[in-house]
């Protein structure tokens, strides 16, 4: 599998961005895909995830009803809509998938995703 992120750019505090992550190759395998977030200095942080069969979705508490992730199958793309944006949510935003787990399985750290996004940067100025 193979993902493409993309949309990134800056924007004003408070203006909304809209990133897209579009799949290609064995995308069948997959189960959830994810954006992620890295700020300066920091880990990568989880911030929403989307189960690719049926569309639940699931959302870090910094960004619940402010971020949304949504699915398009027909073109395997994910996207994040995120508005009221603010000078913290600076970071580079990657996008990744799981495959189908064998069992029990979490979707909320980065070793739970097998593929990875090349990344894009969101700046948000105050």
């Known amino acids: 599998v193979q993902l493409q992120a993309s949309g990134g750019g800056l924007v004003q505090a408070g203006g909304s961005r809209r990133l897209s992550c579009a799949a290609s190759?064995?995308?069948?395998?997959?189960?959830?895909m994810g954006w992620f977030r890295q700020r300066p200095g920091m880990g990568r942080e989880f911030i929403a995830a989307?189960?690719?069969?049926?569309?639940?979705?699931y959302y870090a508490d910094s960004v619940k009803g402010r971020f949304t992730i949504s699915r398009d199958s027909a073109k395997n793309t994910v996207y994040l809509q995120m508005n009221s944006l603010k000078p913290e949510d600076t970071a580079v935003y990657y996008c990744?998938?799981?495959?189908?787990?064998?069992?029990?399985?979490?979707?909320?750290?980065?070793?739970?995703?097998?593929?990875w996004g090349q990344g894009t940067l969101v700046t948000v100025s105050s």
């Open positions: 990744a998938a799981r495959r189908e787990p064998d069992g029990d399985y979490s979707i909320l750290g980065p070793s739970d995703y097998h593929y």
């Open positions: 190759g064995r995308t069948d395998s997959m189960s959830n």
């Open positions: 989307i189960w690719w069969s049926g569309g639940s979705t």
